[in-house]
Structure formats: structure tokens, C-alpha cells
């Protein structure tokens, strides 16, 4: 019965910002670790930003490292991921997934294939 619930993508210029959110309101959120995917016409999912269930360990993808904040807000059943110096390369559809293993808690996990629910995806465009 888990549903994810996104929102915040648009078009935006290079250089700018965007935050993306993310809301279920299952009580499985609370213990499970978030994560954000996207994926851009003719390429494969890719692993963008993770947040373990007591959003103590946060992890990136090595394009966005530096630029990107994931966070989560368990009392809100939200979790967002601002988005700053955007660029062209960063246009793509970028989906908020959930992992419900039990560890995801405390751990993370990168494999689109290892998380079990996911959002209707958002889009995001930068424009040069």
C-alpha cells in the first residue's frame, strides 16, 4: 500500500536550484531508506542520492556530489533533495524510491533493483 508522492521538478536554467520532495504517508517510512534515481532518455536509472531510515548516513553519485542535499523529515513522511548549480547534464526524470529492507534503517543500498517502491517520477530540465 506504499505510495510515493513527488513533486518540485520544472524547468530551470543553469546554474539554478531546484528541490524535489518526496511524501508517503505509510507508516514503513519512518524505518526505511529513501532514495533518489534518475533517468534520462536512452539511459539506464542511475543512482543519485540515498538516505538511510534514521537519516544518519547519506550517500551521492559521483556527478553530483558537492551539489546535491538529500534529507528526510520522518514526522512529515517526506524526504526532499535540493538540488543547487544545476546543469544541462543534470535533465533527466528523477524518480523517489523507497527500500524497505529491514537494515535500510541503519544501511544503505545503490541497486535500483534492491528498492521496492517507487514514485510516479518528476521531471527536471536544465536549460544552457
Known amino acids: 500500500q506504499v505510495q510515493l508522492v513527488e513533486s518540485g521538478g520544472g524547468l530551470v536554467q543553469a546554474g539554478g536550484s531546484l528541490r524535489l520532495s518526496c511524501a508517503d504517508s505509510g507508516r514503513t517510512f519512518r524505518t526505511s531508506a529513501m532514495g533518489w534515481f534518475r533517468q534520462a532518455p536512452g539511459k539506464d536509472r542511475e543512482f543519485v542520492a540515498a538516505i538511510t531510515g534514521n537519516g544518519a548516513v547519506t550517500q551521492y553519485g559521483d556527478s553530483v556530489k558537492g551539489r546535491f542535499t538529500i534529507s528526510r523529515d520522518n514526522a512529515q513522511n517526506t524526504v526532499h533533495l535540493q538540488m543547487n548549480r544545476l546543469k544541462p547534464e543534470d535533465t533527466a526524470v528523477y524518480y523517489c524510491?523507497?527500500?524497505?529492507?529491514?537494515?535500510?534503517?541503519?544501511?544503505?543500498?545503490?541497486?535500483?533493483?534492491?528498492?521496492?517502491?517507487w514514485g510516479q517520477g518528476t521531471q527536471v530540465t536544465v536549460s544552457s
Open positions: 524510491a523507497m527500500d524497505t529492507y529491514l537494515n535500510s534503517y541503519y544501511r544503505l543500498r545503490f541497486r535500483t533493483s534492491e528498492y521496492d517502491y
